[in-house]
């Protein structure tokens, strides 16, 4: 089970960091990823980190401004949100995959497991 939570309305520039916590399963034998879903839109990728926290991917919408990390004494990723812009305002989702290979896993398909969301907002 993924539970994650963090969101909130932000005004443009600002920060937010999401949170999501593993339970039930081997935490670090999963690569964690964050998608986000805006209305009338298909879920995208935003980012995504190894097991290890040692190898991340992060979608160029949100390169050098979002930091996937990972705490597996926790069973918690994180997505470090900075310089928000009105077009990340969205629904955002932890997800969970079993395996070791970050790089090209980048479409829901390919994770197994999803936590059930939390709203971001930033407003102009």
């Known amino acids: 089970q993924l539970q994650a939570c963090g969101g909130g309305l932000a005004q443009a520039g600002a920060s937010l960091r999401l949170s999501c916590t593993a339970s039930?399963?081997?935490?670090?034998?999963?690569?964690m990823g964050w998608f986000r879903q805006a209305p009338g839109k298909e879920r995208e990728f935003v980012a995504a980190i190894d097991w290890s926290g040692g190898n991340t991917n992060h979608a160029e919408s949100v390169k050098g401004r979002f930091t996937v990390s990972r705490d597996n004494a926790e069973n918690t990723v994180y997505l470090q949100m900075s310089s928000l812009k009105p077009e990340d305002t969205a629904v955002y989702y932890c997800?969970?995959?079993?395996?070791?290979?970050?790089?090209?896993?980048?479409?829901?398909?390919?994770?197994?497991?999803w936590g059930q969301g939390t709203q971001v907002t930033v407003s102009s």
């Open positions: 997800a969970a995959r079993l395996g070791m290979v970050v790089a090209g896993k980048t479409k829901a398909v390919d994770y197994h497991y």
């Open positions: 039930g399963r081997a935490f670090s034998s999963y690569v």
